[in-house]
């Protein structure tokens, strides 16, 4: 599970110039934020590079049960 969606909206940033950003499709990084897709690991820290944050706030902690 990832936060993209939330961060973008946070920053005010939409997906599809994000898509532009990463040289990804509108629908790929759609279902990215939809959390259908999960990005790579290189795709995320690249995401996070862009939008200026760190790789962890893109990330949705586990709680341990």
């Known amino acids: 599970m990832n936060r993209i969606k939330d ?3 946070q920053k005010g940033i939409k997906q ?13 990084v759609n279902s990215y934020a939809q959390n259908r897709r999960q990005p790579s690991l290189e795709d995320l820290y690249k995401i996070a590079e ?9 990330l949705i902690e586990r709680k341990a049960h």
């Open 50 to 58: 862009i939008l200026g944050i760190e790789v962890k706030e893109l």
């Open 7 to 9: 961060v973008l909206e």
């Open 16 to 28: 599809k110039w994000l898509a532009e950003q990463l040289g990804k499709s509108y629908n790929m």
